[in-house]
Each structure stands twice: as C-alpha cells, then as structure tokens.
C-alpha cells in the first residue's frame, strides 16, 4: 500500500469514527452540530471560503501568471488570500509560502516570534 493509499484510507476510518462518536468529521475534536457531520468552527470556516470561491467569484481580480509577492515562477498554485470576512474578494492571489506567511503576520504571529527571538538571543549572550 503506497503512503497515499494509507493516508486516504485512514482519513475515511477517521470520518467513520467521528461520525459514531458525534464529532466534527473535519478536526475530530469538538462535537459536531445536529443534522451536521462538522463543528460550527469548521462550518464557519467552510462557509467563508466556498463564499469566497463561489458566490463571489466573479468580483475577484483574475489570477495572475505569478505570485506577486515572491514572483516565483515555478509554483503555478495561487490561493485567493482575502483579510475581511464580512468581505471576501478583498484580497489577492498568493502562492502556498506566501499565502503562510501573511496569515501569520495577519495572526500577529510574526511580532510574537520576533519577540520571543530576541529574548532568546538576550538569554543567551547573558551566559
């Protein structure tokens, strides 16, 4: 069995067994809504993206040839990176690493790390 074959596989067992024990098929940790397979985090997160795909689509700005971040000419994969929820063709297409990236800086996670960084480093030049 090859290592894609094993991952779908246990992917579908996972789904069986979160559907018998009434958590959300998608994180398996929370409990899943009535009538629903997925936890209302997972049904929120669903929702603003096939809304951002689907229903807005037509009001996004076509996709670019490349990222205009990195101008990375060998990922031909963009994902529509959009900051307002409430607005979802506010945004660009970015490619994987980039798209990463600004969601982490979007989280704040960048100046977290940054802190952190320096305190380590304080630490260790007091030694």
Not at 51 to 77: F, G, M, Q, W
Not at 88 to 94: E, F, I, R, S
Request: charged letters at 30%.
């Amino acid at each position: 069995m090859s290592s894609k074959e094993y991952a779908r596989e246990y992917k579908r067992k996972q789904r069986i067994k979160a559907r018998k024990e009434g958590i959300c098929i998608h994180c398996c940790k929370y409990p899943a809504t009535v009538n629903y397979t997925s936890c209302e985090k997972c049904r929120e997160a669903i929702r603003i993206r096939m809304s951002a795909y689907h229903s807005h689509a037509p009001d996004r700005p076509d996709k670019p040839p490349v990222c205009p971040l990195c101008e990375n000419t060998k990922n031909k994969i963009l994902y529509w990176h959009h900051w307002d929820d409430n607005q979802p063709t506010k945004g660009m297409w970015l490619c994987p690493h980039c798209n990463a990236i600004v969601e982490l800086e979007d989280r704040k996670l960048v100046q977290k790390y940054i802190g952190l960084k320096s305190a380590v480093i304080v630490d260790f030049l007091s030694r």
